[in-house]
């Protein structure tokens, strides 16, 4: 069975068109190609969008990021004394034969606190 794709025209297979249980047939207007296609074309201009937003609006993120900050200070504080308090480490397993039959399991991450009143 055939279907005629409204957006290049081709006549196609039934199983190109992507479900729809709204339409009569139960299949999309448009075939998997067409529709990723335009996909791609949305989501490149709704980045371009976003930085074109971003450049023309620095005064309106740099207001908000700073009252963020007010609102979030003790948080934000309480995170970055955190991160510098830890260290992570990566132990690795020397053994090939583990290494051949489990790839994922051959790295452990292991987090050593750090006394803070330990000179760097």
């Given at each position: 069975m055939k279907k005629i794709c409204k957006g290049c025209g081709r006549n196609r297979k039934i199983g190109k068109f992507g479900k729809?249980?709204?339409k009569p047939d139960g299949k999309r207007f448009y075939c998997r190609d067409c529709i990723r296609e335009y996909n791609k074309r949305t989501a490149n201009n709704k980045k371009k969008y976003i930085e074109r937003w971003k450049?023309?609006?620095?005064d309106i993120?740099?207001?908000?990021?700073?009252?963020y900050y007010i609102r979030n200070k003790?948080?934000?504080?309480y995170n970055k004394r955190a991160r510098e308090d830890t260290e992570s480490i990566l132990i690795s397993e020397s053994s090939k034969k583990h290494r051949q039959?489990?790839?994922?399991?051959?790295?452990?991450?292991?987090t050593i606190t750090i006394d803070p009143k330990r000179k760097k």
């Amino acid at each position: 069975m055939k279907k005629i794709c409204k957006g290049c025209g081709r006549n196609r297979k039934i199983g190109k068109f992507g479900k729809d249980s709204h339409k009569p047939d139960g299949k999309r207007f448009y075939c998997r190609d067409c529709i990723r296609e335009y996909n791609k074309r949305t989501a490149n201009n709704k980045k371009k969008y976003i930085e074109r937003w971003k450049n023309n609006n620095k005064d309106i993120i740099k207001e908000y990021n700073k009252n963020y900050y007010i609102r979030n200070k003790q948080r934000i504080l309480y995170n970055k004394r955190a991160r510098e308090d830890t260290e992570s480490i990566l132990i690795s397993e020397s053994s090939k034969k583990h290494r051949q039959t489990n790839l994922n399991k051959d790295r452990q991450i292991c987090t050593i606190t750090i006394d803070p009143k330990r000179k760097k």
